[in-house]
């Protein structure tokens, strides 16, 4: 099994990410790729790229301002394993206020016109979402194959979403589920 660790960044990414990364640990064959760039759309997509190309199986998505525990991408490959998953989402935060979780329970785009609800309270066991920020994801290389053959360009952004937001958009109109593992 071939993964590749996906990490969008500027041209420098801070000191505790960079310790989390260094502790982080691995599952199959990691590789790990940074895509330096100021439009992040542009990098997710280099990166996607990178990951096809390789031949990997799963990417894991990190963005360079989070920090997280050691064993965070063994918890969500084991989800994945266990509940035979495409795609599952660490719980993580906004970093600035108001702290809420980088989650949504429904997203609506009609050309440009994008609405999205976020969750009222968060289940404590795995649980379905509408979409997610990619600072913390899992997924298999196939959803970005699907996602490219329907809509091109994997991570534009649509309206006023991110790119995140757009590609989890795509991916479920692709008919993919997309899980939250709040362990």
């Known amino acids: 099994m071939k993964m590749l660790i996906a990490v969008p960044c500027m041209d420098q990414v801070p000191a ?37 190309r ?39 935060f ?30 404590q066991e795995l649980f379905k979402i509408g979409a997610c920020g990619f600072g913390c994801v899992l997924m298999k290389t196939d959803i970005l194959l699907d996602v490219q053959a329907k809509h091109g360009n994997m991570f534009a952004p649509i309206g006023n979403t991110g790119e995140d937001v757009a590609f989890c958009w795509r991916a479920r109109d692709c008919g993919y589920d997309l899980w939250c593992d709040p362990s």
């Open 16 to 52: 505790m990410f960079a310790q989390s990364l260094a502790m982080l640990n691995k599952v199959g064959e990691t590789k790990l790729s940074f895509q330096v760039g100021s439009l992040i759309y542009t990098s997710r997509n280099s990166l996607a790229t990178t990951a096809l």
């Open 54 to 92: 390789m031949d990997a199986d799963w990417v894991f998505w990190l963005d360079s301002d989070m920090v997280f525990k050691p064993d965070t991408l063994e918890r969500l490959w084991k989800t994945a394993q266990e509940k035979d998953l495409d795609f599952v989402s660490g719980l993580y």
């Open 94 to 123: 906004r970093r600035v206020a108001p702290y809420s979780p980088v989650l949504f329970d429904k997203i609506e785009i009609e050309g440009e016109l994008c609405s999205w609800s976020q969750f009222k309270e968060i289940p």
